[in-house]
């Protein structure tokens, strides 16, 4: 490969790291044509771009970039990485898709964290996504205000209740 063409690989590398919030490393060294073409189907349903790269490219891409990525460069063998949004969709399309640890989790940056590893492919999956972090908390904001209001409606038809009866008492 010409070094004109490296030069030119390294920086759509960059710009797409640039653009996608978080990314896997994936080792996909043991996988046929067949499952690999199922595993870049799957990941295109799921909004998930997969590159096949050479990791010293994908290294001096990561090199010319602000964040120390350092934790990442210790991969070796055939490397695809997936790019993606939201933080936890490779890890579910790995959990779902891995078979006796193929294809396998290298390291991911993701929620601006580094996990490296095959073992830390559970905690990527626990990660929540920005709108479900958000469903959250406005399910928890709601929930006070619905019992606030319930005790309100109840209390109130509580308060009706005694009044009537103590007007229709006979005085005594």
């Known amino acids: 490969m010409r070094k004109e063409d490296k030069g030119v690989i390294i920086g759509q590398l960059a710009d797409t790291v640039k653009q996608y919030g978080h990314f896997y490393l994936v080792d996909t060294t043991a996988m046929d044509?067949?499952?690999t073409s199922e595993l870049r189907r799957k990941c295109f349903k799921?909004?998930?771009k997969l590159v096949?790269?050479?990791n010293s490219l994908l290294h001096k891409a990561l090199m010319s970039l602000d964040v120390?990525?350092?934790p990442l460069f210790d991969s070796k063998g055939t490397t695809a990485?997936?790019?993606c949004n939201t933080a936890n969709a490779p890890a579910k399309l790995l959990?779902?898709?891995a078979k006796n640890g193929i294809p396998g989790l290298k390291a991911?940056?993701?929620e601006e964290s580094f996990y490296v590893g095959a073992d830390q492919l559970d905690a990527l999956v626990s990660i929540k996504s920005k709108n479900e972090v958000i469903a959250e908390i406005v399910a928890l904001l709601q929930s006070p205000a619905k019992n606030v209001i319930s005790a309100l409606q109840s209390g109130g038809n509580t308060i009706h209740g005694v009044l009537k009866t103590l007007g229709e008492r006979p005085e005594a």
């Open 81 to 83: 990485v997936m790019f």
């Open 108 to 110: 991911a940056y993701a």
């Open 52 to 54: 096949v790269v050479k």
């Open 46 to 48: 799921a909004g998930i």
């Open 33 to 35: 044509a067949a499952s």
């Open 68 to 70: 120390d990525y350092s």
């Open 95 to 97: 959990k779902d898709k």
